[in-house]
């Protein structure tokens, strides 16, 4: 109970204290961060005890934010401050490691402007200025820098505008009325992954990394400059998205990144044109000039500038990389054309607003490119830019310059107090994204061997989830392919490519060199005939094939092909040396035949060919114990020997010569003979 009242006591102290020195009290103040509504509340307490909050002394909302951004980024919210201060006393920038980086940034106040104007009207016929006494208010936003001064109570729209690295990520600081650091919003993020950007106006190569197969490409051409007086605004560079551009690894790609173009300093001049971006043969065309004070229509580009006064036409932009500008009012100049939407037609004295950019790529949605130039108006009323990046129209100077790097039209000039100049346009822009992450392949089928069947099992891994596996072993590819199965593969030297896309990276995973070979050619093992003599015709043909399945066996030993439907067979066979024998088998399935090793048979089952012509007739009394010729003829492939028996008598002679003598005795009788080498007899009994 004690402590109870020591507290009160407490309580009733300090807030006798603040009640006695009213706002000299130096609080210790809390925020409240509503994350929902992305809405921070700056509120009073005592000893900077979130439970003792007092009065409220702002309010932030975040309207918008450029989450993710390239190079131009912007926040834009709405505070209210419940006592005098500044909106924010100071602004710093850190990366992800906490360090402070040094940010080009500007905070503006966004404000509505209310004029009173004298309406001035232009004849279309003659030209002429009538000018009438009647008097209007026109309203319009303009955005005003804000340098941290001291600002009154009230509500307050800002903008803050900042440039950034392409390559960096930084979170934004604003420091609160009450000095309070807002950290809880967001961050103005890089692109995640491996990327490069081209930034500087003129020409570059892109060195494709070791392991790349295919990259993101984003090319923005350069925007157009804005008119002079009464002016349509710049034109936006084209934009062009490839989200799968197929490159070689480790060879150079041209790129040029496109220049934008000066705002019009004559009067019968427009705005001059950005030229354009390119990555290899993609092409993102540069923006379109916007017209000027004489009459002058929009150029045609990637998107078209806007037409200048008295109804003077936009230029036409390019399908699917932009829009056209917008038509020209009386008294002011159309919007630029811009990636998204045409540019706004002028109307009396006010000038059209430059069409939105912001194209989707990487699933980013506000990126600040390629955004359309406001068009300049008269007495007060100019026309924005498509957004942040681009110029806007004025009245009372020259249109403003878009940013760089974006792509962006600039502003048309204004006419009120003199002939202003349009706003140049923002130089394109190349950005090449890519992921080193491939998927590592593991194959374990078809490994480097030869294989006899044309069904080949296909089996690899990825560490990923795999969204599709792409095969190629003979220049086609087989997409939507699962991986663990079988493929008829036709007879060759192949080489194995097997990509595999992860689920977690754009890029394609190539397996490690394999080479793999398929022969269904029946492999032939032939056990008769083999490299003898046979002497015999009939000879047993006998082989078997390397398990294929053979539905044709065809044999060949002569010239002529002899088609079997079994090779287990016998055939007759003529006499002849040296038959080269060529067996064949047809694998069935795939059409392909093999043949044996080299065989070579003969054949001599023929005894050798005889025939005696001498002596033949009556041999007289006389002649016996005389000489007697004896001729003969014999052939044979293989002929070996040639003898004659004679009265029990073998005598053997050169077979070559085909004659010889013997002594004629008291038979009448002799038989001749003649074999082969390989035993073959022929006989002849001469009388």
Not at 343 to 353: F, T
Request: with cysteine; charged share 15%; net charge negative.
């Amino acid at each position: 109970m004690k402590k109870l009242m020591l507290f009160m006591f407490i309580i009733v102290l300090l807030v006798g204290t603040v009640s006695a020195v009213g706002s000299s009290f130096e609080f210790d103040n809390v925020k409240n961060y509503d994350k929902e509504t992305q809405t921070i509340e700056i509120r009073n307490s005592i000893l900077g005890i979130p439970f003792f909050q007092l009065d409220k002394i702002a309010e932030y909302t975040l309207l918008r934010n450029t989450y993710t951004c390239l190079i131009n980024c912007e926040a834009e919210g709405i505070t209210t401050l419940y006592m005098n201060g500044s909106l924010f006393q100071n602004m710093r920038f850190e990366n992800r490691k906490g360090e402070d980086r040094n940010v080009d940034v500007q905070i503006y106040l966004i404000k509505n402007i209310s004029q009173v104007i004298w309406n001035e009207v232009y004849s279309d016929s003659s030209n002429k200025t009538l000018i009438s006494n009647k008097s209007k208010i026109i309203t319009y936003e303009q955005e005003v820098q804000y340098n941290f001064e001291e600002l009154s109570t009230g509500t307050y729209k800002w903008k803050i505008k900042g440039t950034k690295d392409i390559y960096e990520s930084i979170d934004w600081i604003g420091r609160s009325i009450g000095g309070i650091e807002l950290v809880d919003w967001a961050w103005w993020d890089a692109l995640p992954g491996n990327f490069q950007a081209f930034t500087t106006a003129g020409t570059d190569n892109f060195t494709v990394p070791t392991g790349v197969i295919s990259v993101n490409v984003l090319i923005v051409g350069g925007g157009a400059g804005g008119g002079r007086c009464l002016g349509g605004g710049g034109g936006a560079g084209g934009i062009v998205f490839n989200e799968s551009y197929s490159v070689t690894a480790e060879t150079n790609v041209s790129v040029t990144i496109g220049s934008g173009g000066g705002g019009s300093i004559a009067d019968a001049s427009p705005g001059t044109s950005g030229t354009n971006s390119t990555f290899n043969i993609l092409n993102a065309s540069g923006g379109g000039g916007g017209g000027s004070i004489s009459d002058t229509p929009g150029i045609d580009g990637g998107s078209g500038g806007g037409g200048s006064r008295f109804a003077a036409a936009g230029g036409v932009g390019i399908a699917g990389q932009g829009f056209a500008g917008g038509v020209g009012g009386s008294n002011s100049g159309g919007g630029g054309g811009g990636n998204q939407e045409i540019g706004q037609i002028g109307v009396v004295d006010v000038g059209g607003d430059g069409g939105a950019g912001n194209a989707t790529v990487w699933g980013l949605s506000v990126l600040n490119l390629s955004c359309g130039g406001g068009a300049g108006g008269n007495s007060g009323a100019t026309g924005d830019g498509g957004c942040a990046s681009a110029g806007d129209g004025r009245n009372l100077a020259a249109g403003t310059h878009a940013e760089n790097n974006s792509g962006s039209g600039g502003g048309g000039g204004g006419c009120s107090g003199g002939n202003f100049n349009g706003g140049a346009g923002g130089s394109g822009l190349v950005v090449v994204r890519w992921n080193l992450s491939v998927p590592t392949i593991t194959v374990f089928s078809p490994t480097n061997t030869t294989f006899t069947t044309s069904t080949i099992f296909f089996n690899a891994s990825i560490e990923d989830t795999v969204d599709e596996f792409i095969v190629n072993y003979n220049g086609t590819n087989i997409t939507s392919f699962t991986i663990n199965t079988t493929l008829e593969v036709e007879d060759g030297n192949h080489q194995l490519l097997i990509y595999a896309n992860g689920s977690s990276t754009p890029n394609w995973g190539l397996n490690d060199t394999i080479f793999f070979t398929v022969d269904t050619a029946p492999v032939i093992n032939v056990f008769s005939p083999t490299n003898i003599t046979f002497t015999t015709s009939t000879i047993f043909f006998n082989a078997t094939n390397s398990s294929q399945p053979v539905d044709k066996w065809i044999v060949n030993y002569n010239g002529t092909n002899v088609t079997l439907s079994d090779i287990n067979t016998t055939l007759e066979v003529e006499d002849g040396s040296n038959f080269n024998l060529l067996l064949y088998a047809n694998n069935s399935d795939t059409g392909r035949f093999g043949l044996n090793d080299t065989i070579f048979f003969s054949v001599d089952a023929t005894e050798p060919s005889l025939n005696v012509t001498e002596p033949f007739g009556v041999i007289n009394f006389k002649d016996i114990s005389g000489n007697q010729t004896l001729r003969f003829n014999v052939s044979d492939i293989n002929l070996d020997t040639c003898f004659f028996d004679y009265e029990g008598s073998n005598t053997t002679t050169d077979c070559s010569t085909n004659i010889t003598n013997f002594t004629i005795g008291t038979d009448r009788t002799f038989t001749f003979f003649t074999n082969d080498t390989f035993g073959n007899l022929a006989s002849q009994v001469v009388t």
